[in-house]
């Protein structure tokens, strides 16, 4: 078996348009194309254009498809309506998160799960093996889709222009089959960069054709093609959590603050449930740690790992740091303790090589689009 990593259909043009290219969870993908400040800038201003097909889609269908969903997820999924999206996640039976998710209901009895790319065989051997006795199929639809995503305010205009699909009336967390420049597609509306923005689900031999002509209508628009790097930045000012990051198997949604995900109201047992009912009561009592924003004083930058100090003594640990070009300063998210959690804390820093740098505790997000 070779370790050469997995190609998106549009590997030929990242490379025509000169992108650095990364290994992200056994893909190839572009990492940024010129300026990765630039792409994020064109994002919170403009629009970006991203190649997203690397996430793992698994389509879940059947009579009990939506009973397989409650047992292996932790959201009520019974509540989602034909054509919205949940966001969720699936945990392991200590309570420990496996991997965040968007469940669509695309139709009575037809769900798409999209996993994170790292992710994506894991969440399908959990949710295939959860199913057993259920009345449904598990399928691996990771083949079937390439993904595309439009973001930023000149988004909907961008995407009007190629399509008479209802954009006005398809709300946050939804989406719509439609045709976009010719091309069928599956038009969701949910985004990871704290921007409004589409996701296009497409066959990956309309990849390119669809790529090409976002690319072309975004031209009087300022759009511009944009890599995973800013997409990380977008992200950490918008304050969302990213997997191996802020949520790992050793963290509960409730550790994570993501608490609300889990819907113990919902009929019936589903994975984790008794560890979640437990982690809920501690978390309400004696919360360990708190997931914060920092922002540098100085221009130092944190990085996953680095220890967050107060009085010379270890009170967190930073999960994400970037500079944040929409601040101008060094951001980072960390799990620090309890009682060095409310905005405004002073006293504390980050060890950045011996050095502790003194730090703002801020409330998340840093960033909020105005409506």
């Not at 200590?94 to 994170?116: F, H, W």
Request: charged share 25%; aromatic share 6%; hydrophobic share 40%.
């Amino acid at each position: 078996m070779t370790n050469t990593p997995r190609l998106t259909a549009l590997d030929a043009v990242h490379r025509s348009l000169g992108a650095t290219m990364t290994d992200f969870a056994g893909w190839d993908m572009p990492l940024r194309y010129a300026s990765e400040r630039d792409e994020h800038n064109a994002v919170r201003t403009k629009a970006g254009l991203f190649d997203l097909s690397h996430m793992g889609e698994i389509t879940v269908t059947g009579p009990e498809a939506v009973k397989v969903l409650d047992y292996a997820l932790v959201g009520n999924i019974s509540t989602v309506g034909v054509g919205r999206a949940r966001y969720t996640h699936i945990c392991q039976e200590d309570g420990g998160i496996l991997d965040d998710l968007i469940v669509y209901r695309l139709g009575e009895t037809e769900y798409m799960v999209v996993a994170n790319a790292s992710n994506a065989q894991v969440v399908l051997d959990a949710i295939t093996e959860r199913a057993a006795g259920f009345d449904a199929e598990v399928r691996d639809d990771r083949d079937a889709y390439a993904l595309v995503a439009v973001q930023g305010p000149e988004s909907p205009g961008i995407l009007k222009s190629l399509t008479d699909a209802d954009l006005d009336n398809l709300k946050y967390y939804a989406g719509l089959p439609g045709t976009v420049a010719g091309v069928p597609a599956l038009i969701a509306r949910t985004g990871y960069t704290g921007e409004d923005g589409f996701e296009l689900f497409v066959k990956p031999e309309h990849a390119v054709e669809l790529w090409d002509a976002l690319l072309k209508a975004g031209e009087g628009a300022g759009l511009v093609p944009a890599g995973l790097s800013c997409r990380d930045t977008l992200r950490l000012e918008a304050g969302m959590p990213l997997y191996g990051h802020e949520l790992t198997t050793a963290l509960t949604p409730f550790d994570a603050g993501l608490g609300r995900v889990v819907k113990f109201e919902k009929e019936g047992d589903f994975v984790g449930r008794a560890a979640l009912e437990a982690a809920a009561e501690r978390a309400a009592t004696n919360p360990p740690r708190k997931l914060v924003g920092l922002i540098a004083e100085g221009r130092r930058v944190p990085r996953a790992g680095f220890s967050v100090v107060a009085d010379g003594q270890v009170i967190g640990e930073v999960t994400s740091g970037a500079p944040s070009p929409t601040l101008g300063k060094p951001i980072a998210m960390a799990y620090v303790d309890a009682a060095h959690a409310a905005p405004g804390t002073s006293g504390v820093g980050v060890d950045i090589r011996g050095t502790h740098e003194p730090y703002e505790v801020v409330a998340l997000p840093f960033y909020k689009r105005q409506k």
